[in-house]
């Protein structure tokens, strides 16, 4: 308690500086303590060193002005998703830990003949938090590759990157054949494996299995030329899409490149139905 009462004598800009170099979490915890913490946990000293570095392009780039009194605010505004960059991309703050996450949406990202109204058509859900996303109406291979600057990121923070999809009721051909997952730091593969576009338990219905009896023996011949991985599968998440974990990556202090692909070995049978809503870049948490 002597301790105490001898931390409530230091000046109230000195305590905002040492919360300053806590979490989010803690320093909202710590304005239990007394008026004096709370005064000094609610200051701008203290939440704008939990404020991404680039918060003032993170506000200049929002598509929907922010409003906000206080660094404190404008922190819990940002733990919220806000579109930026025209609407291709999605930042949020992860509010416990205070490390930044991003969403590219599928306007973001790089998928071969995206462009061929044969091949994918572009359209808008209520349920995607971008203007439209990617349906893929038929095409016989799949490449998507999805990229972010490390200095985008938290430094000194692990990241999992996730490829946000739906498969509609209609959908063939996507489970035949595993897809391969890689994600490359600096043009160096870090994470690699291969996955597959179904969710996790699913039962193939009788057309299913009536595509792979048809394609049984170009299957085994293809299988042996997909990398080894653990075979993922799309799990549910809780906006309602489905995610597949692409991999993992180390975000330093050194400016790199990353670059996250799900890339399908050429087996020629035609596929259809899968919703590509963009790639998630979250922290992994410890």
């Known amino acids: 308690m002597d301790g105490l009462m001898e931390f409530n004598r230091l000046p109230e800009g000195c305590i905002s500086t040492i919360l300053s170099f806590t979490s989010p979490q803690d320093a909202c915890r710590s304005s239990l303590v007394s008026t004096t913490f709370q005064s000094a946990a609610e200051s701008d000293v203290t939440w704008q060193k939990f404020l991404p570095p680039d918060s003032a392009d993170i506000i200049s780039q929002s598509v929907t002005p922010l409003k906000f009194s206080s660094k404190r605010q404008l922190f819990h505004l940002?733990?919220?998703?806000?579109?930026?960059?025209?609407?291709?991309k999605s930042f949020k703050i992860e509010k416990s830990f205070g490390k930044m996450s991003y969403v590219l949406s599928a306007r973001d990202l790089s998928i071969t003949w995206s462009s061929e109204p044969s091949y994918w058509t572009w359209s808008s859900l209520p349920e995607s938090r971008f203007s439209d996303v990617a349906i893929l109406r038929t095409m016989s291979w799949l490449e998507i590759q999805g990229k972010i600057n490390t200095k985008m990121l938290s430094p000194n923070t692990t990241y999992g990157a996730y490829l946000i999809l739906k498969i509609i009721d209609r959908a063939?051909?996507?489970?035949?054949?595993?897809?391969?997952?890689?994600?490359?730091?600096?043009?160096?593969?870090?994470?690699?494996?291969?996955?597959?576009?179904?969710t996790l338990?699913?039962?193939?219905?009788?057309?299913q299995q009536?595509?792979?009896?048809?394609?049984?023996?170009?299957?085994?011949?293809?299988?042996?030329?997909?990398?080894?991985?653990?075979?993922?599968?799309?799990?549910?998440?809780q906006d309602g899409w489905l995610e597949i974990k692409v991999g993992e990556f180390f975000a330093g202090e050194v400016e790199e490149e990353v670059?996250?692909?799900?890339?399908?070995?050429?087996?020629?049978?035609?596929?259809g139905g899968l919703i590509i809503e963009g790639i998630e870049v979250r922290p992994k948490v410890q």
Not at 173 to 197: C, F, H, Q, R
Not at 201 to 207: E, L, M, V
Not at 217 to 227: A, E, P, T, W, Y
């Open 78 to 88: 940002l733990c919220n998703p806000v579109l930026i960059d025209g609407g291709r």
């Open 210 to 237: 009536m595509e792979s009896l048809f394609y049984a023996n170009r299957m085994q011949m293809l299988k042996s030329r997909v990398v080894e991985g653990d075979g993922r599968v799309a799990r549910e998440r």
């Open 172 to 198: 063939y051909g996507l489970d035949l054949m595993p897809s391969e997952i890689s994600v490359e730091v600096g043009g160096n593969m870090v994470s690699s494996g291969t996955a597959y576009l179904r």
């Open 259 to 271: 670059k996250m692909s799900l890339m399908e070995v050429k087996g020629q049978h035609l596929k």
């Open 201 to 207: 338990g699913h039962q193939d219905s009788k057309k």
